[in-house]
């Protein structure tokens, strides 16, 4: 009798693609912003922007409900683009009043005592809101370097909580660690 050949069948690449639509999402939407306009603007943009990607884990860490990543992803926006069109305060003084009030609330009712979790987004806020803030400050040609290297190591953020499988879904570490690293390169090296 001659054994069943067990080798699995390889895989068409479109269930490979299935299974990395948030890669294929993040490269696309890449390539729909790359701009090519002013440098000095597009640092200013995503400097008012950084804030918001620790922002949303320190939220998911506090609610303990990592299903709530995607809607918040669009909650977010919702924050920022109504920020941008209704011109009265930077986006980024939004997210950051958002992050105090959340890391407040985590104090008072103890949860920064209760979830290392809570604690290690904490610092992750405070960490890369500080890159925000600096880039922020600095002269556009050196904040460039400073909010694209923001970008670059929240892209390290999200593999590393991709890895750990832990407060955000898998898929937004995915997206969004692909999206911080190809922001990042484009700040450093394509502006």
């Known amino acids: 009798m001659q054994a069943a050949n067990t080798a699995p069948a390889p895989r068409r690449w ?20 790359l701009s090519g306009g002013d440098p000095g603007n597009e640092v200013m943009s995503l400097a008012q922007v950084l ?8 939220v998911v860490a ?3 409900r990592p299903a709530l990543s995607w809607p918040l992803l669009g909650v977010g926006m919702v924050i920022i683009v109504g920020a941008r069109l ?3 305060v930077a986006p980024s003084t939004i997210l950051l009043i958002l992050a105090l009030v959340v890391l407040v609330w985590g104090v008072i009712d103890e949860h920064s005592r209760r979830s290392g ?3 290690l987004q904490a610092i992750g ?6 890159l925000a803030l600096a880039g922020l400050a600095l002269d556009p040609e050196v904040g460039r370097y400073v909010v694209g290297a923001g970008w670059l190591l929240h892209g390290v953020w999200d593999f590393v909580h991709l890895r750990r499988g832990r407060v ?21 090296f394509l502006l």
């Open 14 to 33: 479109i269930d490979v693609l299935k299974d990395r639509w948030p890669t294929a999402v993040a490269i696309g939407l890449t390539l729909l912003t």
């Open 51 to 58: 804030p918001a990607l620790p922002l949303l884990y320190l």
């Open 62 to 64: 506090k609610l303990g």
């Open 86 to 88: 209704l011109d009265l």
């Open 117 to 119: 979790e809570f604690r």
């Open 125 to 130: 806020m405070i960490g890369f809101g500080a």
């Open 168 to 188: 955000v879904a898998r898929s937004y570490a995915e997206w969004c660690g692909v999206l911080d690293v190809l922001i990042g390169f484009e700040l450093i």
